[in-house]
């Protein structure tokens, strides 16, 4: 069975400073990883996805992810917030083979950008 | 994705009634899936469905609850009889088809703005 742990439930950042969110996976088999953000009132949208090509991941809105396998992480980060990045943000995980479908997700974390 | 329609929105059910949350996958997909979450969880996958089949249920609670998606109209998620512990969030997602075994390449879930379940 696979996990997902996101560090930190809140994260409070300034307008153009750096957003780092944590992700820690666990998985007996090599994993996929997702991050997906938000927006109140709105369903979930993915912003990146890791498959087993590049370990830096870019996604959209700027934001990048990189996969260590050593480290079982998957943080995402963006090297200047904006007001708009305000969300909840959900690191998930799901596995190679027929089950690829089932996508396990963290708690989430709620970023906060201060003007 | 606004695409993934739910309704309703919120649902106040007292204890002891159904609730029945209703999934309308994006125009092409043919593949729904519904995923619960919990106060201060994230959220957990419950069931698969094609059009007329369920795929997975490994997720559902074994009483209680049940899930259909049928040739025509919504994918409906049934909860029967509903308790406190019922209350929740519940996202649908679709997808247009499921990729290779191995490769989720064409299976990125679109997901709607969820079902907000209150049992009081």
């Known amino acids: 069975a696979q996990s997902v742990t996101q560090l930190g439930s809140h994260v409070s950042v300034s307008e153009g400073a750096l957003v780092l969110l944590r992700c820690n996976y666990s998985?007996?088999?090599?994993?996929?990883l997702f991050w997906y953000v938000q927006y109140p009132n709105q369903g979930l949208q993915l912003l990146l996805k890791y498959t087993s090509a590049a370990t830096l991941v870019k996604g959209i809105n700027g934001f990048e992810a990189e996969f260590k396998k050593s480290e079982t992480s998957f943080h995402l980060t963006k090297p200047s917030a904006h007001m708009s990045d305000a969300a909840e943000y959900f690191c998930a995980v799901s596995v190679r083979g027929g089950s690829n479908y089932k996508l396990t997700f963290g708690k989430g974390t709620l970023l906060t950008v201060n003007p | 994705n606004a695409d993934v329609m739910q309704n309703p929105r919120h649902l106040v059910r007292r204890r002891g009634q159904e609730a029945r949350l209703r999934c309308s996958p994006m125009k092409g997909h043919s593949h729904v899936y519904w995923y619960r979450q919990l106060p201060e969880e994230g959220l957990k996958f419950m069931v698969y469905?094609?059009?007329?089949?369920?795929?997975?249920e490994s997720g559902m609670p074994k009483e209680r609850f049940s899930a259909e998606f049928p040739k025509e109209g919504p994918s409906i998620l049934r909860i029967q009889q509903v308790v406190r512990g019922d209350s929740a969030a519940y996202f649908c997602?679709?997808?247009?088809?499921?990729?290779?075994?191995?490769?989720?390449?064409?299976?990125?879930?679109?997901f709607g703005p969820g079902t907000r379940l209150t049992v009081l």
């Open positions: 997602a679709s997808s247009p088809r499921l990729g290779l075994a191995g490769d989720p390449s064409y299976n990125e879930q679109f």
């Open positions: 998985s007996s088999v090599p994993p996929y």
């Open positions: 469905l094609q059009k007329e089949n369920i795929i997975d």
